[in-house]
Each structure stands twice: as structure tokens, then as C-alpha cells.
């Protein structure tokens, strides 16, 4: 697991954009994307590379991580929705070519079947952009979740509701409890993670994840038993991580040589 410390949110979106540019470069077709605020420099440094530099997203197909439960996809906080308005709509990755799964669908259970099948069977997935949540989730893979679970259906932890309001008009009463979410299982078939957090409230997460026990109790531990990982994380988030000094070494010397 590679876990590179950065100065500024700026700058976490370059390495998460370098990331996806490089994985490009050498014949990805399949992007994750995960939403919430954590991705956010990452797609607007992948928008501007699109409009400065010509960087094409066509010959691409993107996976969303999940979608909440009874939201339509023309619901300004679907999933579908945010992703559109954060990314599609700045680049040219065509939107009958981004996934996601139908929060709407009569039949959730079998959507997050057909979904989990599409996955697998498109896929793999190149790049798989992660966020993280303050008690360890990836995905919605809530505390508590199979390490091997595929794509299903999950119950938000009241705490994910709380902190997922800041985005919903109506604040808490607004956010559903249910999501269609990819498992942690399906997520661990990409070929590379790329997790950005940032903020002290995600620092003890973000070192469950990284130097914990591999464990249910922190879903994003699991990360550990993936062969290529970045981990990409604020001086805030990195404060409870008790080999910072080592992985800034690691790191000061690949960026260098990479021009940073
Ligand atoms: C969103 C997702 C979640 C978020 C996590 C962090 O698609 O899968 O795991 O990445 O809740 O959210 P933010 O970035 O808003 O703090």
C-alpha cells in the first residue's frame, strides 16, 4: 500500500488525477468513481487536463460505487446525478457509458445483482476511486460488512445519514437509509485503488485502515489485502498514522522523480 501525504487538497487531486491519467495512458477502459466531497479535486483536475491538454475520457466506461435507495436518477442527489454535474458534464466520457445502480428499480435485490453481473462482467474495473467515511466505510460497506460481500443492499449507520445531510435540502430527514452499494468483494476486483481522504474527523478511520487489524469493524482495512493501493491523505488525516515518517520517505523520493 502506497500512502502519499500531501499539503493541500490541490494537490491530492493531482495524484488521484495522475493516477487515472497513467492508468489511461497504458490502456485502461474502466473507471470507478466514488461521489462525496473527497473525489471532488480529483474531477475537477481530470476536467481541466480535458479542457488544457485534451485528455479523452471516450474510449471509456465508468462504474459509480453505489446509489441510495428510492432516489430516481434525475434526483439532484442521486448518485447518477452528482456524478453528471461533478464530472460527465465536464468531459467527454459519454453518459450512456457511466453505470450506476437504479435506486429506483422495482426490484432493488435484483438490481444489485444485474449490477454486481455488469461489473464483473465489463470489467475488471482499471482505477477505482475510494473515499472513506469517518467509521471506516468504503462504499457503503458499513461497519460490520462481509469482506467478501458483492454488490447489495445496505442500511446507513445513523452517523453516515448525519454526516451525508450537509447535501440534502431538507438536511438529515432527507437522506435515506437504504443504498444499493458495491461489496467490498466487488470492490477489491479492481485493479487499482486510489482512496482520498482528507480532514481530521477521517484520521482514525484512515489508520484503522492502513495499520489496523484486517477487520469487519473497519470495512476499508480490507485495502490491506489488495496488491495495488494509494492511499492519498491530507497532513489532517495522516495524524494518527504511526508510520507517517516512513511513507513520506517512500513517497518524497518517487515524486521526485516524477517532478514534483
Ligand atoms: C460515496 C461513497 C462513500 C464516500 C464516503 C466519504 O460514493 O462511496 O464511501 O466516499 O462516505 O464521503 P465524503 O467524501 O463526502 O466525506
Known sequence: MEVVI???????GQVVAD?????????????????????????RELA?????????????????????????????????????AELVDHVDLDVGRVHSPDGAAPD?????????????STGPIDVQILGIGANGHVGFNEPGSSLASRTRIKTLTEQTRRDNARFFEGGLAQ???????????????ARHLVLTVSGEHKAAAIAAAVEG????????????????????????????????DYYRYVVEHKLLEQGY
Open 6 to 12: 500531501v499539503g493541500s487538497d490541490a494537490q491530492a
Open 19 to 43: 493516477a487515472v491519467t497513467q492508468a489511461m495512458a497504458a490502456g485502461a477502459r474502466t473507471l470507478g468513481l466514488a461521489t462525496g466531497s473527497s473525489p471532488l479535486s480529483a474531477y
Open 48 to 84: 481541466r487536463r480535458h479542457r488544457d491538454d485534451g485528455l479523452s475520457f471516450a474510449a471509456l466506461q465508468a462504474f459509480l460505487l453505489d446509489e441510495y435507495v428510492g432516489l430516481t436518477a434525475d434526483h439532484p442527489q442521486s448518485y447518477a446525478a452528482v456524478i453528471r
Open 108 to 120: 432493488v435485490l435484483a438490481e444489485a445483482l444485474r449490477y454486481d453481473e455488469l461489473i464483473s
Open 175 to 189: 437522506v435515506p437509509r437504504h443504498v444499493i452499494t458495491q461489496g467490498l468483494g466487488t470492490i477489491r476486483g
Open 213 to 244: 487489524p484486517v477487520s469487519a469493524s473497519c470495512p476499508a482495512s480490507v485495502l490491506q489485502l489488495h496488491p495495488h493501493v494509494t492511499v492519498v491523505t491530507d497532513e489532517a488525516a495522516a495524524s494518527r498514522l504511526r508510520h507517517a
